[in-house]
């Protein structure tokens, strides 16, 4: 088993910044693909980021590509989620998920990921 622990959620106004951090208890860190999902109220979780073990492989969703940028520290066992220029429909309960691998790929599936964190709320007003 696979603890993830999210943080860096919050309560922002349109344009402004957030990073999200997640925090793996696995000590084989590195053989994982690490993602982030968001599910906003009323709505399907929705796939956003995803990074390969050696963080040469990374997929966005298109809404998000130029804003944010997923990052991986082995060493630590951390991933991470910059937002930029965040905006209203940005606005989720966002999921870190873990998917092991046995070579360095991403996908961008739900059903791909093992191990999936408790979510952290993001809110952007207008």
């Known amino acids: 088993q696979v603890q993830l622990v999210e943080s860096g959620g919050g309560l922002v106004q349109a344009g402004d910044s957030l990073r999200l951090s997640c925090a793996a208890s696995t000590r084989t860190f590195s053989r994982y693909t690490m993602g982030w999902f968001r599910q906003a109220p009323g709505k399907v979780r929705e796939f956003v980021a995803a990074i390969s073990r050696s963080g040469s492989n990374i997929y966005y969703v298109d809404s998000v590509k130029g804003r944010f940028t997923i990052s991986r520290d082995n060493a630590k066992s951390m991933v991470y989620l910059q937002m930029n220029n965040l905006k209203p429909e940005d606005t989720a309960i966002y999921y870190c998920?873990?998917?092991?691998?046995?070579?360095?790929?991403?996908?961008?599936?739900?059903?791909?990921?093992?191990?999936w964190g408790q979510g952290t709320q993001v809110t952007v007003s207008s």
């Open positions: 998920a873990a998917d092991f691998r046995l070579s360095d790929a991403a996908g961008t599936g739900e059903n791909s990921y093992d191990y």
